[in-house]
């Protein structure tokens, strides 16, 4: 590995260990063996490579999983599956969602940070409309990812808020399934037309 390699890696250690807040651009030289002014000159700045950092770390996390999906795309089986595999790595990316979540409270005191991570949901939009439908990420138009892929997200991130908050009493993949049986059942009625 390189240094951009190198310094990737070593971000991607310091943000399980240690979140956004609290890793420096030292932290992340001896995690990764790699010079302070590699940084700069990779990357632009620590708080850049610690936004590459969380893609790459957030792109493992569904790569984790997305072979194992199972069920028809956009049933309510392959919702259940995918709900499952989330759970299923809850342990391991909890750290990373924190660290987001360091992000998403300290309001303005990490403008350039938040920026870099607001823009970054794009991409997470589309991998999760992926996730669930089968559609190629390229196929994706601007309104799906403005829709269904802020809907996906929006129950992700409560999700992992109830894990981080409290495992024991997180919902589980087939309570998140029925609440979507039911809150769809409620909107369109019998007939399946809105109500």
């Not at 669930?132 to 409560?158: C, M, S, V």
Request: proline share 3%; charged share 25%; hydrophobic share 40%.
């Amino acid at each position: 590995m390189g240094h951009r390699e190198d310094l990737l890696e070593g971000a991607k250690k310091c943000l399980v260990e240690k979140g956004f807040v609290r890793t420096t651009a030292r932290d992340i030289v001896n995690a990764s063996g790699a010079n302070l002014a590699s940084i700069g000159y990779h990357y632009g700045s620590k708080d850049a490579l610690l936004t590459e950092a969380f893609i790459a770390l957030m792109h493992e996390w569904g790569d984790g999983f997305i072979g194992e999906i199972e069920g028809e795309d956009g049933s309510l089986e392959r919702f259940r599956s995918v709900w499952e595999g989330v759970v299923a790595q809850a342990g391991r990316s909890g750290p990373v969602w924190a660290a987001s979540m360091e992000v998403v409270l300290s309001g303005n005191r990490l403008p350039q940070l938040r920026e870099l991570l607001a823009a970054s949901q794009e991409e997470g939009r589309r991998g999760l409309i992926s996730m669930f439908t089968g559609i190629p990420e390229d196929k994706i138009d601007e309104r799906d990812r403005r829709t269904l892929g802020a809907f996906y997200q929006a129950l992700l991130n409560g999700l992992m808020i109830q894990w981080l908050f409290d495992p024991e009493t997180a919902a589980t993949p087939e309570e998140i399934t029925e609440g979507m049986r039911r809150a769809a059942q409620s909107v369109l009625g019998d007939g399946g037309q809105p109500a």
